[in-house]
Each structure stands twice: as C-alpha cells, then as structure tokens.
C-alpha cells in the first residue's frame, strides 16, 4: 500500500519558520517529481513548490518565493518544505504529493498520483 503522510505542521506566529516532511512508503517515488499544494478555508487547492527527480530543479508559486525552500532525501523516500518568513496567508492545510511529469506541468494539480492526507499549518498574526 503506498502512502505519503506529512509531518512538521501546527502553530507559528507570524515572520516565524517551520519544516514540513513527507515520509513515502510502498514504493521508491526517487524518478518522481515530488510537490506540495495547499488548501486555505473557502479556498481551492493551490501548487506550493514541486522539486524534480534529482533534486535539480525546482519551481514555487510566486507567493513562497524567496520564502519557502523544497527539498528531497531520496535515500530516505522523503521530501521536505522549509517555510520561513511566514504569513497569515499562508494558513492552509498543505498536502505532498508525487507524480511522473516534465517540468512545464509542475504546477498542475492533475498530473500527480499519490497524495498524503494533510498538514494543518496556522500562522497567527
């Protein structure tokens, strides 16, 4: 059975920092690309950042840029999320997921497979 289950969400003032992880198990997701997206209250679910295979590239939303940092241990089937300077904006429950695309389709909710169950993550002001 695959899974990917996130860790690392929960509560942080604003201009503060936190580290999501996303743990797979079931299968090796290391020729994957691996991204996370974020669902707000009301909101649809929107692309966060997504890192490829290697690790080589990555791509975020321009509303983390500069702010927010994808990263991947294939070794260990895991990816993180280093959040820093956050926003009340950024209040969402954030998903990973994985998926087998080129780069252009990054971004497209569509294109990925497995996703885990969510983090909560609350940035007070």
């Known amino acids: 059975q695959v899974q990917l289950v996130e860790s690392g969400g929960g509560l942080v003032q604003a201009g503060g920092s936190l580290r999501l992880s996303c743990a797979s198990s079931?299968?090796?997701?290391?020729?994957?690309?691996m991204g996370w997206f974020r669902q707000a209250p009301g909101k649809e679910r929107e692309f966060v950042a997504a890192?490829?295979?290697?690790?080589?590239?990555?791509y975020y939303a321009d509303s983390v840029k500069g702010r927010f940092t994808i990263s991947r241990d294939n070794a260990k089937n895991t990816w993180y999320l280093q959040m820093n300077s956050l926003k009340p904006e950024d209040t969402a429950v954030y998903y990973c997921?994985?998926?087998?695309?080129?780069?252009?389709?990054?971004?497209?909710?569509?294109?990925?497979?497995?996703w885990g169950q969510g983090t909560q993550v609350t940035v007070s002001s």
């Open positions: 890192i490829s295979w290697s690790g080589g590239r990555t």
């Open positions: 997921a994985a998926g087998f695309m080129d780069y252009s389709a990054y971004s497209s909710e569509a294109r990925y497979n497995y």
């Open positions: 079931g299968r090796t997701f290391s020729t994957y690309a």
